[in-house]
């Protein structure tokens, strides 16, 4: 949790190129040991003070996530990585968005599939005389 802070910073900065003002985490991070160097706010779960209502919208955002983070763990293979290596943690991260996106597409055309089936049998046919 928090601890990893120190490690996963400049990583992250390095990777996205950017650097990073603010964490929204859950309460496992209310001790974090992120770098002196970096001026950062860690925002946790359940916290009452200096929360503007921009940081709330940010906070429920990440709630709607943790979700879709869980389904993709237990349903798509995130739960366990048989590839090695970082190319490995980063393409079985990759196939299992794939698979979970995939999973959404099919069961949108499903709906719409069904949606076409009943306007066409719902059209009135035409009496030949």
Do not use: C
């Not at 964490?23 to 001026?39: E, F, M, T, V, W």
């Not at 200096?50 to 955002?61: D, F």
């Not at 048989?82 to 190319?87: H, N, S």
């Amino acid at each position: 949790d928090g601890h990893t802070q120190a490690s996963v910073i400049p990583d992250m900065e390095k990777t996205i190129g950017n650097e990073i003002g603010r964490i929204l985490a859950d309460a496992g991070y209310r001790g974090h040991n992120a770098p002196q160097s970096h001026k950062l706010r860690v925002f946790t779960a359940g916290q009452k003070r200096r929360v503007t209502p921009a940081i709330k919208r940010q906070m429920r955002r990440r709630s709607a996530v943790e979700p879709v983070i869980g389904h993709i763990k237990n349903e798509h293979r995130m739960g366990r990585n048989y590839l090695a290596g970082q190319q490995g943690d980063a393409l079985n991260a990759i196939l299992a968005a794939v698979g979970y996106s995939f999973s959404l597409l099919l069961r949108w055309l499903k709906g719409f599939l069904w949606l076409l089936i009943a306007a066409l049998q719902s059209q009135p046919k035409e009496l030949e005389a």
